[in-house]
């Protein structure tokens, strides 16, 4: 108990997890803020075509997870690490599909951008206003529990009526002109958009 009484509790089996860090792009434009998006590209296996930030699983040579959302970033966007600065974290997420994602929001100097195509169509962006001026439209997905084929319903009361509590998810959507923002990638801006209110000024 000695030895436990000196341990640091975290996340039970948290190194069963896939780690992930994205970066929040803002970028000055004529006085003011907007925030980057990418469109992946549709050569890509995972969501082709689908709106999001740069980011992707932290590597062993990340020392940290801001370090790999800057790494991904400059593969992604073409820019040196020098092109990124005043990096923040943001709070990070438990996915219930098995991941941890490390949010980070910092400035990025898009004048010397170039884009890497095998991963990236095309990039947009949002006046930083328009999120925080506009609700996301917000839709629930229920994710309901199936045992396995061989699961041991004679070992639990109720057998195979046993009462198994579904989890619900919240997905977020923006809609700018022609672009649709949903998923993790809105939900991230909500968050965003919600500690500069409450820290007003803090990207003025």
């Excluded at 907007?34 to 999001?52: A, D, M, N």
């Excluded at 991941?99 to 949002?126: L, Q």
Aim: proline share 7%; charged share 25%.
């Amino acid at each position: 108990m000695e030895k436990l009484q000196q341990r640091t509790p975290t996340i039970m089996d948290f190194d069963t997890f896939a780690q992930y860090a994205v970066l929040l792009p803002l970028v000055r434009q004529n006085d003011d803020i907007f925030v980057l998006f990418e469109v992946r590209s549709l050569y890509l296996r995972r969501q082709p075509g689908e709106i999001c930030f740069p980011g992707g699983k932290i590597d062993e040579c990340d020392q940290n997870p801001s370090n790999a959302a800057v790494r991904e970033t400059c593969e992604e966007l073409g820019i040196q690490k020098e092109n990124i600065t005043h990096i923040v974290p943001l709070d990070y997420m438990l996915s219930p599909f098995g991941m941890v994602i490390y949010p980070f929001a910092a400035f990025v100097d898009m004048t010397c951008m170039k884009i890497n195509e095998k991963e990236v169509a095309e990039v947009f962006t949002v006046p930083l206003s328009f999120f925080v001026e506009t609700k996301p439209d917000i839709y629930h997905v229920q994710l309901e529990p199936k045992p396995e084929e061989h699961f041991p319903f004679e070992h639990i009361p109720g057998g195979r009526q046993y009462n198994w509590r579904p989890r619900q998810i919240e997905e977020h959507f923006y809609y700018y002109k022609d672009k649709v923002i949903w998923g993790l990638t809105a939900k991230i801006v909500y968050h965003f958009t919600r500690l500069i209110q409450t820290m007003e000024g803090e990207y003025a």
